[in-house]
T-cell receptor
């Protein structure tokens, strides 16, 4: 059974810092991995999707990397802003399974 | 990007009543939709996969007679919480896949907060 772990559970940084969020998964035979953002009491916004054949994806200040063999992904946020404060979730899709398995999330607070 | 809506956004009900939550894909057709439940400060747990025109597939431990799912069209799935109890209070989120998109991104609704008194 696929298990997804995110470390740290919570992170607080001053504005302007670069930061890295970590995601690990136990079954390396993934189809793709996705990073989401969730604001309090809201649904999920997809940030980046990495196919199993890809190593990284970039969108603006966000860069996500994928190392399938080691079962790891990182989300790099450059020049953090208070508006980046949210919970960040990673999720993996395994093989032919249609559903996503989510990590428990990292709650990020960027202090002004 | 594709949009998925949910209605209602929040609901308060008395114990023993039934609550219906709608999930709609607004600008694409979705043969498959997913229902998740999220407790405070926890991640999303998949409850069931809703298949258009056929029965839903429930995850282990989810009572299908309590959480009724109907996917009657390519743009609408409903989740009915029957005889709701306080322990059913949670945040329910649906998602849908746009299978015309090569990367098969899942789009999530804004969620429905259910409080059972």
């Amino acid at each position: 059974k696929q298990e997804v772990t995110q470390i740290p559970a919570a992170l607080s940084v001053p504005e302007g810092e670069n930061l890295v969020l970590n995601c690990s998964f136990t079954d390396s035979a993934i189809y793709n991995l996705q990073w989401f953002r969730q604001d309090p009491g809201k649904g999920l916004t997809s940030l980046l999707l990495i196919q199993s054949s890809q190593r990284e994806q970039t969108s603006g200040r966000l860069n996500a990397s994928l190392d399938k063999s080691s079962g790891r992904s990182t989300l790099y946020i450059a020049a953090s802003q208070p508006g980046d404060s949210a919970t960040y979730l990673c999720a993996v899709r395994v093989g032919s399974a249609r559903q996503l398995t989510f990590g428990s999330g990292t709650q990020l607070t960027v202090l002004p | 990007g594709a949009v998925v809506s949910q209605h209602p956004s929040w609901v308060i009900c008395k114990s023993g009543t039934s609550v219906k939550i709608e999930c709609r894909s607004l600008d694409f057709q979705a043969t498959t939709m997913f229902w998740y439940r999220q407790f405070p400060k926890q991640s999303l747990m998949l409850m069931a996969t809703s298949n258009e025109g056929s029965k839903a597939t429930y995850e282990q431990g989810v009572e299908k007679d309590k959480f009724l799912i109907n996917h009657a069209s390519l743009t609408l799935s409903t989740l009915t919480v029957t005889s709701a109890h306080p322990e059913d209070s949670s945040f329910y989120i649906c998602s849908a896949r746009d299978e015309t998109v090569s990367q098969e991104t899942q789009y999530f609704g804004p969620g429905t907060r259910l409080l059972v008194l």
